[in-house]
């Protein structure tokens, strides 16, 4: 199946830092979506990016389809933003392959204040 | 829209009990998905199904989880008989299903401690 490898796995940054997240993955993608989940457990929507470019205030993300990878920006840091963020893709394979989300081991991302 | 709706958002149990999960799709979704949520494994997905019929059902750990989605608007997830093992976040989602748009939404989670 799809591999899916996300880089770094831990972060920490002081409040007003910016950073970069990568997601790397073997093969054509469908969906591929990020998410931030936060201290509470909940897994919160942030991007639906199987290519381009979308920006959401502090928050952006890219995704180079043909060279199999995605990038979420966080601009100015916050500690809401501590947390996890899961890259997950889903590949165009047929069968019971179809419709499944491949999530990535996830970057934990700690902001101090 | 009021999201992928899961009860309950805790359950505490002994070894040897049943516990039942359970989960309501965003309206008008038609695929929905199990997924559980450890340290040691990360996510993964348990079962899904579209159109109310399970159509993979490969990531169940063994006999004693079972799924079942008798309409549209609910399913649930057992474990007959639980085991300390089985403690974790159980998290369900769906997305619909609209040509090339396929985005996938999550509820709260089920946390799952057996005793």
């Known amino acids: 199946g799809i591999q899916v490898e996300q880089s770094p796995p831990d972060l920490i940054l002081q409040e007003g830092a910016n950073s970069t997240l990568r997601c790397n993955f073997s093969d054509s993608v469908n969906n591929l979506q990020w998410f931030h989940q936060n201290p509470w457990g909940q897994l919160i929507n942030l991007f639906y990016?199987?290519?381009g470019t979308k920006q959401n205030g502090r928050l952006s993300a890219t995704t180079v389809a043909t060279e199999r990878y995605s990038l979420l920006y966080i601009s100015s840091s916050q500690t809401t933003d501590s947390g996890v963020y899961f890259c997950?893709?889903?590949?165009f394979g047929g069968g019971t392959s179809y419709g499944k989300l491949t999530f990535g081991q996830g970057t934990i991302l700690t902001v101090h204040p | 829209d009021a999201g992928v709706i899961q009860s309950p958002r805790h359950e505490v149990t002994e070894m040897g009990q049943e516990v039942t999960l359970r989960c309501k799709p965003i309206s008008g979704h038609n695929s929905l998905f199990w997924y559980r949520q450890t340290m040691m494994r990360g996510l993964e997905l348990l079962i899904y199904f579209n159109n109310n019929v399970p159509i993979d059902d490969s990531g169940m750990p063994e006999d004693r989880f079972s799924a079942k989605m008798p309409n549209a608007s609910f399913s649930t997830l057992k474990i007959q008989p639980s085991e300390p093992r089985d403690s974790a976040v159980y998290f369900c989602?769906?997305?619909?299903?609209?040509?090339?748009?396929?985005?996938?939404?999550f509820g709260p989670g089920t946390r799952l401690t057996v005793l």
């Open positions: 989602a769906s997305n619909g299903d609209r040509g090339s748009y396929n985005e996938q939404f």
């Open positions: 990016i199987p290519s």
């Open positions: 997950a893709v889903m590949g």
